[in-house]
């Protein structure tokens, strides 16, 4: 994969001076290619270090936030939850799990779109006072679509 970062200089255009850096991309639209700051600007080694960590922190939530796009793989069933598949199917997937931790896991890899459909299903059409349906109904947290 080639870098697609790159440091860029800035100049503080009040004081000739001053000169900082900040981190930005290439973009190239048709023949032409701009070079885009995605950082504040940087004056010292730390302010860098601060902005590097920052971006981080950005792809690690876009990695987090993509997970069960592709689907879930259940080890021990020797089973996918792919995204194309209805909430009833996840549901029949995920409620034949018999370890608690795995259940759990399972139903937080799932996108979140998922995720929220499967929510939806379990707490209108299922049993939440017996079996998966309650462990599913005490442990999910409506605000993060998780269970907890």
């Known amino acids: 994969m080639t870098d697609i970062f790159k440091i860029i200089e800035a100049h503080d255009k009040k004081e000739d001076d001053k000169r900082g850096v900040c981190i930005g991309i290439d973009v190239r639209i048709a023949n032409r290619e701009v070079s885009c700051p995605i950082s504040g600007v940087c004056y010292s080694d730390k302010d860098l270090a601060i902005e ?13 936030s993509g997970k069960g796009l592709f689907g879930v793989d259940l080890p021990d069933k020797g089973l996918r939850i792919m995204p194309e598949m209805a909430p009833e199917e996840v549901w029949s997937i995920l409620s034949e799990i018999a370890e608690s931790d795995l259940f759990v896991e399972s139903f937080n890899a799932l996108a979140q779109t998922k995720r929220t459909e499967v929510a939806e299903y379990v707490l209108s059409h299922c049993n939440t006072f017996s079996g998966k349906g309650a462990v599913f109904s005490t442990r ?8 907890l």
Not at 140 to 147: C, I, K, S, V
């Open 52 to 64: 590097v960590e920052s971006i981080q922190e950005s792809l690690n939530r876009i990695a987090e």
């Open 140 to 147: 999910y947290d409506n605000e993060t679509g998780m269970l």
